[in-house]
């Protein structure tokens, strides 16, 4: 069970990964967000019966750094010490005894090895572990959104092929490519679904222009960081209609640009409202974080 809070709201998901089978959400559904963290969570807690589930939650983008560096040629049981220290001038928090998580890269022949090193204060993962311990709640894992993301979009990926994910939320939007399964590459873009759908039509079509010419100088700078991966196609999840956004997208980048729908890859019987990509967009986070397949 992922329990995410998104400003004034908590997505909770469940999903479940029985072997040879498609993904299945068992549940998902977002509650406001009322008194305090520990007053929702204590509420959900006994509400929804949280106390049975092993749970993950996700930290929020202002909440923990995350930087791309050359692995360290060090035994694997070092790493976190040797880039805590590169860690130390990019981050405006102390670095001893922040948390540390390493994911790989991976490489292919001779190239250097790169890590994505996510360093967040000890302070933060104290008091979320503390939150849950008080709710009797069994939190399994801390994760970060970029990493839910990359749950859902290798959903997606088509065989020795890349993909393009591109999530468009009311806050920055978010860019993964993805292949094998692995998160080669993230990056935020000051872009959000609601100022589209809210812009007039000639800010719309500016905005759309420079997002295009964003994603564009993306995939040309991973193309030539990344030639041995061939991306296939973007896709688009939006909290907003976006059929005009992967049409205009589509007119202005070299790849194929398709929305995004949960139900190619995952099933969601009895939760009619997923037949929705806008709904799916809005609890795509939860639904990631629950696909975590080492909890």
Known sequence: MSIVRLGDRVDLAHVMRPAGKRPAIRLCESFRVEGSPRETLLRL??????KRYRCASLLGESWYR??????????AEERVQALRWR?????DFPVEGAAIAVADIPAEGSRQANVFAIVAPR????????L???ARMQLEAIDIPEMAVRNVASLFEEPNRGLAFLVLNS???LLTITYGGEL????????????????DDERRQQMLERLALELQRTLDNFDRQYGFISVSRLLVASEYECAATVVALAQNLYLPVQAADL????DFDGIPELRSTERQAQCLLAIGAALRSDV
């Open 45 to 50: 807690a006994q509400g929804k019966g949280l």
């Open 66 to 75: 995350m930087a791309q560096l050359e692995a360290p040629a060090v035994p």
């Open 87 to 91: 860690l130390k001038d990019m981050v």
């Open 123 to 130: 302070e933060v993962i104290a008091e979320r572990m503390a």
């Open 132 to 134: 849950f311990h008080e």
């Open 171 to 173: 806050g920055e939007s």
């Open 184 to 199: 080669y590459l993230s990056r935020r873009i000051e872009v959000s679904s609601q100022a589209l759908a809210e812009a």
């Open 263 to 266: 139900a190619q890859v995952v």
